[in-house]
């Protein structure tokens, strides 16, 4: 018996993937993802990628975050600007108010006095709504006041913040990690 590991076929990975068809109706992790005035396409692309691949609900752009349908969005997100919901909100403050009158902890994704760490979500957490914001100056005073709080991913090194796709996709992740965990999946 071979023991050694390979990498996948491509068919092999096309057998364990769902058809586009299918995206919107395969059941998603209750976490959207609140994008607030990100100035990059290739950071758009990157974050509908990742949402793609953690099976969250959706993601709601802000403010003057690029929305698809863009060639330079969907060549980075691999065509899952079309396999991921998401809506456009002018303003970032009417995404969060929506989704709480839904039910959703609102939380950003920023370093703040008061946050929790990004591995202490629990069951009154979700649905959950991440708010990200640009890319220099991060999430708005006014938008950061309308969460009910703060998750940060922690820092280790001298720099102590993430770009944001990259920040978007550990956060998306651990909270579907996390719901799983919660919900024993």
């Known amino acids: 018996m ?4 390979r990498k996948l076929l491509h068919s092999e990975l096309l057998e364990k993937r769902i058809s586009q068809e299918m995206a919107f109706s395969v059941k998603k992790f209750p976490v959207l993802l609140i994008i607030d005035s990100i100035r990059s396409v290739y950071n758009i692309g990157s974050i509908f990628r990742s949402a793609d691949s953690a099976g969250i609900e959706g993601i709601m752009l802000c403010g003057y975050s690029p929305t698809p349908p863009r060639e330079d969005i969907s060549k980075t997100a691999l065509g899952a600007d079309e396999t ?10 009417d995404a969060i108010k929506e989704c709480k009158e839904k039910g959703y902890a609102v939380l950003a994704v920023e370093l703040t006095n008061q946050g929790i760490s990004y591995d202490a979500l629990t069951s009154k957490h979700f649905p959950l709504a991440l708010v990200v914001g640009n890319e220099v100056s991060g999430i708005d005073d006014s938008v950061l006041a309308l969460c009910d709080g703060a998750i940060e991913i922690p820092m280790y090194g001298v720099k102590h913040s993430l770009n944001v796709a990259v920040a978007s996709g550990i956060i998306m992740y651990e909270a579907v990690r996390a719901y799983r965990m919660l919900m024993n999946e």
């Open 2 to 5: 071979d023991n050694s590991t």
């Open 84 to 93: 991921v919901a998401w809506t456009y909100h002018k303003d970032c403050q």
